[in-house]
């Protein structure tokens, strides 16, 4: 009787296991509608589309902000309870890096096959560009003539000696602009760069893309190399002296008569483990629709990278240019070349 009264006792506990494990699973979770979304962006504009997205839906948006190195340990450490549907990020290094993590999964669709032009998505479909950033040469307008520009590579020479102004090594973007040189011209010429423009700097680096701009302005140096919405930020501020700064100095697209000027994205992938894939399929299509693309391109200065909607007025005044093509997958590759090379040039 003993025997039998244990047995039961385990049989009972198996099928508990059993429907707690089966309620777990993502099919299971997806219970209601809504799209879980880890996004490393904060801007007013996402705000727009995540509130026009619902009305034109009915799928809420939960949001969890965080930086994306952050969202991307989370993820890891949540595994297959991770309630995250989208993943989106600033940098396209980042979403090579969650991939190679394991952390996202390839979808199907013809609508963003169709909306993101190849090279700004992912080969296996892991992850898709939502916008686009030129990285630039800015001028101080009252002291540099734009012809004297021509290349990233230009700025090593020594006629830029201590006229050199761009933020430290710890920021992806300058990463992935390294990264591409690698992809491009090999580690050795890459090297060849980072010790030149380090040579170069006008000071140690510090602060963001912003903080650059307004340095050349103040006479601390003659260029510096930024990402272009951050101007369409500085016009825009409500801070006269934003205003100011971003007025002072003028865009240079570089690399125009060769490989063009180097692009990064935002972008986002459906995660791995997504309980509402769906729903982050449709999230994704709906941020790469001409409506949405509008809304970037407006109200945050960004590159639409769908090719049926133009840059908005003021991007449209900085003129045409030629972007780098190289694949956005490249960037990640070489993200860990990048940050020894930086180390071994001694750029802070």
Sequence with gaps: MRYLIIAFA?????????????????????????????????????QKLFALFEKETGIKVNVVNASADELIQKMTAEGEQSPADVLITVDAGRLVRAKQKGLLQGVESQMLEINIPEHLRDKDNHWFSLTKRARVIVYAKDRVKPEALSTYENLTEDAWKKKVLIRSSNNIYNQSLLA???????????????????DNMARTPKGNDRDQVKAVVAGEADVAIVNTYYIGKLLNSKNPEEVTAGEGVGIFFPNQ??????????????????????????????????????????????????????????????????????????????????VLIFDTVGWK
């Design 10 to 46: 385990l049989l009972v506990i198996s099928c508990k296991n059993e429907k707690s494990q089966k309620a777990e699973t993502p099919e299971q979770k997806e219970k209601v509608n809504e799209v879980n979304v880890y996004t490393h962006r904060h801007y007013e504009s996402d």
């Design 180 to 198: 591409s040189m690698i992809a491009h011209k090999g580690e050795e010429e890459a090297t060849k760069w980072a010790k030149g423009i380090v």
């Design 257 to 338: 008569s060769e490989r063009g000027a180097h692009i990064n994205v935002s972008g986002a992938g459906i995660a791995k483990y997504a309980p509402n894939k769906e729903n982050g399929i449709k999230f994704i299509e709906f941020l790469s629709s001409p409506a949405a693309q509008k809304v970037f391109a407006d109200s945050n200065y960004e590159y639409p990278v769908n090719a049926s909607v133009p840059a908005s007025d003021l991007l449209q005044s900085w003129g045409t240019f030629k972007e780098d093509v190289l694949p956005l997958s490249a960037l990640g590759e070489n993200n860990k070349k990048a």
